[in-house]
């Protein structure tokens, strides 16, 4: 039998509605928990720097109440360090930032940030927090996460996701040679493999089924699916459309 994906859920789009009006409701913490109930096996929030989305209280919430892993998306600067040091969420994924960006549009550079990325790094994996580098799925680069001593990478699927939109065979199997490529890249220097951005029940099979994948993180599309199917049919419907693309299905 296959082995089992994780699924994170990313309830950053529960904040963004909520803030569209402002005040408390929908709570994207009784969001997590809703999630929780429906499987999933962590949580994931991106604190942006705009705090666009999800604010400081819902890390602070989050991390005092909930039953699994949160999974902190961050920038790499000096305050988000100090809040993931004084959150210690169990992860922290270092994401790259724009502040005019929609959203995360390509993976952090590693390479060229090496001399930035190296203490900060070492600084949180100090604490104990596992961390995790927001990286394009390119095999060359994984050298280069090995070198700064980070236990996981999480491969950005956009470009794949993006292809599937445009239903372009070619550019499909391009970017999923890509995402297999780099996954067997960073298994064979002991990294984690983790992948998100832009996954759907539609295009979420072949990343599933992708061996060295142990964990998927997963948010727009769940919070928009949560509209028609209520959020817990939205999880339980990304569970089983993760679970068929393992098996093979
Ligand atoms: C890093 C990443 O992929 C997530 O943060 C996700 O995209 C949700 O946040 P945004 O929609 O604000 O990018
Ligand atoms: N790191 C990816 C993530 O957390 C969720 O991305 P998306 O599903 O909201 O595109």
Do not use: W
């Not at 994906?5 to 963004?16: E, F, K, M, Q, S």
């Not at 699994?68 to 040091?85: C, F, H, K, T």
């Not at 990325?117 to 995790?132: M, N, T, Y």
């Not at 960073?186 to 072949?206: D, K, Q, R, S, W």
């Amino acid at each position: 039998m296959a082995s089992t994906v994780r699924l994170g859920v990313n309830i950053d789009h529960v904040a963004t509605i909520r803030n569209a009006r402002g005040g408390d409701h929908p709570d994207p913490v009784r969001a997590a928990h809703a999630a929780v109930a429906a499987g999933a096996d962590g949580i994931t929030a991106h604190l942006r720097e705009d705090r666009r989305h999800i604010r400081d209280e819902d890390i602070a919430r989050l991390k005092a109440e909930l039953p699994v892993p949160l999974n902190l998306e961050m920038a790499a600067e000096e305050d988000m360090v100090a809040i993931a040091l004084a959150t210690l969420p169990h992860a922290a994924c270092l994401v790259p930032e724009k502040r005019e960006e929609r959203t995360t549009e390509g993976g952090l550079d590693i390479v060229a940030g090496f001399a930035h990325l190296r203490p900060i790094v070492a600084e949180l994996s100090r604490a104990g927090i596992r961390v995790s580098l927001f990286i394009e799925p390119d095999e060359a680069i994984m050298e280069t996460a090995a070198a700064l001593l980070a236990p996981v990478v999480e491969l950005h699927t956009g470009a794949y996701a993006e292809a599937v939109a445009a239903g372009d065979g070619a550019r499909i199997a391009h970017e999923l040679e890509r995402l297999r490529k780099a996954a067997a890249r960073a298994a064979h220097y002991n990294i984690e493999v983790h992948a998100g951005h832009g996954l759907t029940t539609a295009n979420v099979g072949p990343v599933a089924a992708i061996p060295q994948v142990v964990e998927l993180n997963i948010g727009h599309y769940i919070i928009g699916e949560a509209v028609f199917l209520g959020l817990e049919g939205a999880v339980r419907a990304m569970r089983a459309a993760i679970e068929a693309g393992r098996a093979g299905a």
